[in-house]
T-cell receptor, first 113, second 116 residues
Framework: DAGVIQSPRHEVTEMGQEVTLRCKPISGHDYLFWYRQTMMRGLELLIYFNNNVPIDDSGMPEDRFSAKMPNASFSTLKIQPSEPRDSAVYFC???????????FGSGTRLTVV | AQKVTQAQTEISVVEKEDVTLDCVYETRDTTYYLFWYKQPPSGELVFLIRRNSFDEQNEISGRYSWNFQKSTSSFNFTITASQVVDSAVYFCALSEAGGATNKLIFGTGTLLAVQP
């Protein structure tokens, strides 16, 4: 298995633009998580899905952030409009029910200028 | 509420020294899981170990060992004979196993610098 695949690896965008981050979980995993890593706040959970359904989005910072999981093999995290304070590394992770190991993707480094 | 504390922000050692990274956790649950992840300079998060709350047996994997003590709510990580390649940020994390909580709560991480 190729692991959790995230794209793009790096994204530089101008303030106000829409940004879409993509994630392909490991095949068969039924949980998908989006985390954000910043120097100030460390690693924080934004949202997670179970069987493609959003379960807890309490970590989503504001309405500018949205996440979808249209099928078991794909998820997106969208920021519209983006702001400089959104600059961070965004990680996607997946796991299978009953197995408490989380596999992380390589992350997307987002820079909003 | 769940919380993970890694009091050591940065540690610097010379190659071949042993080093212990501390992790203290808080949880009200009786069933939970503890993790250690490594984040090398390349940025990815690498899974190292998972322990459940019912298994306090210490574990050794090569130069790595973990000491889990429920009495002190600690899950410390020791690297024996450190190497330059061990230089990374190490995160301790906690996940409660029951109910609807599936979050992995991370500590703030410890930056380990191993000097040649």
């Amino acid at each position: 298995d190729a692991g959790v695949i995230q794209s793009p690896r790096h994204e530089v965008t101008e303030m106000g633009q829409e940004v879409t981050l993509r994630c392909k979980p490991i095949s068969g995993h039924d949980y998908l998580f989006w985390y954000r890593q910043t120097m100030m706040r460390g690693l924080e959970l934004l949202i997670y899905f179970n069987n493609n359904v959003p379960i807890d989005d309490s970590g989503m910072p504001e309405d500018r952030f949205s996440a979808k999981m249209p099928n078991a093999s794909f998820s997106t995290l969208k920021i519209q409009p983006s702001e400089p304070r959104d600059s961070a590394v965004y990680f996607c992770a997946s796991r299978f029910t009953g197995v408490y190991g989380y596999t992380f993707g390589s992350g997307t480094r987002l820079t909003v200028v | 509420a769940q919380k993970v504390t890694q009091a050591q922000t940065e540690i610097s050692v010379v190659e071949k020294e042993d080093v212990t990274l501390d992790c203290v956790y808080e949880t009200r649950d009786t069933t939970y899981y503890l993790f250690w992840y490594k984040q090398p300079p390349s940025g990815e998060l690498v899974f190292l170990i998972r322990r459940n709350s019912f298994d306090e047996q210490n574990e050794i994997s090569g130069r790595y060992s973990w000491n889990f003590q429920k009495s002190t709510s600690s899950f410390n990580f020791t690297i024996t004979a450190s190497q330059v390649v061990d230089s990374a940020v190490y995160f301790c994390a906690l996940s409660e196993a029951g109910g609807a909580t599936n979050k992995l709560i991370f500590g703030t991480g410890t930056l380990l610098a191993v000097q040649p």
